[in-house]
């Protein structure tokens, strides 16, 4: 009984985990998703720096971006980083969780055993008490 609501903890926590991991996932994805269309603005910016005098305040507006491409890069090596992490101790759970369901098996087969051996010895126990009752009579 307890161990199933540590499965079922496991189960709930294992979800959360994957849960919290596609969102992320999918937050990385729009950030990439965004990510692109800078970098085609960046390429329509180069193009306009031909026509533009003011090439300066240009620049300085593509440093910026370049900046937080890195730092969206960073960000993505991150949940990156998180994901395996994530995936590792997962993965320890479940094997975890794998061991402990073989262990009760195992055990449930001794009890059974066990209990078939306790009921052999009871019924010849009572066969031969009958026996010697009935020798006597």
């Not at 479940?94 to 061991?99: E, K, R, S, T, V």
């Amino acid at each position: 009984m307890d161990f199933s609501i540590m499965v079922y903890a496991v189960i709930a926590l294992v979800g959360v985990a994957i849960g919290w991991l596609f969102a992320s996932y999918q937050h990385a994805q729009q950030k990439a998703e965004q990510l692109a269309e800078r970098e085609e603005m960046v390429a329509e910016l180069s193009a306009a720096k031909q026509q533009i005098t003011q090439s300066e305040h240009w620049r300085a507006e593509c440093e910026l971006l370049n900046n937080e491409v890195r730092s969206l890069q960073s960000i993505n090596t991150s949940l990156e980083a998180d994901l395996r992490e994530v995936t590792t101790r997962m993965e320890a759970a479940q094997q975890h969780a794998d061991d402990k369901i073989r262990q009760m098996i195992n055990s449930e087969q001794r009890l059974s055993e066990q209990f078939e051996n306790l009921a052999n010895r009871i019924l010849s126990t009572a066969i031969a008490g009958l026996m010697s009752k009935t020798v006597r009579v």
